[in-house]
């Protein structure tokens, strides 16, 4: 493997990084996002509250395995390099993108438990 083929991974790797660290910030301020949410009354009516965690929920759901697509996406061009198939310091991802792969993301273990989880506890303790 030549220097250029080295550098060209570790800068794909880099990008890989960035977007699993995502995933961690997001489940962060979504907790920190529900913590306020449940500090507020949201004017004394649970159906109100309610609906905000559930509309927080589902965006913080669709944001989270939107980068792990991406996040697999970039794996796709890393072994893609690895196998000697992309010419160097090409980061267009365009080429791996399908449907199988996107609907197979949004079916992640790592992000569903996480939110529903935490979806039915808040909602269950709401109405205790």
Not at 14 to 30: D, Y
Not at 35 to 48: C, E, H, K, S
Not at 94 to 110: A, E, G, H, M
Request: no cysteine; proline share 2%.
């Amino acid at each position: 493997m030549n220097k250029n083929t080295v550098k060209y991974l570790e800068m794909i790797q880099t990008v890989i990084n960035r977007l699993a660290s995502n995933s961690f910030q997001f489940k962060g301020w979504f907790i920190t996002l529900i913590v306020a949410v449940n500090i507020f009354d949201l004017n004394q009516a649970p159906f109100n509250k309610i609906y905000v965690i559930i509309l927080t929920t589902t965006i913080f759901l669709f944001m989270d395995v939107y980068y792990l697509y991406l996040e697999r996406l970039y794996r796709e061009l890393y072994n893609a390099v690895l196998l000697g198939k992309m010419r160097d310091f090409d980061m267009n991802i365009n080429l791996f993108k399908s449907k199988r792969l996107y609907f197979k993301t949004y079916n992640s273990i790592s992000a569903y438990p996480y939110y529903l989880v935490l979806l039915f506890i808040l909602l269950w303790k709401l109405f205790k």
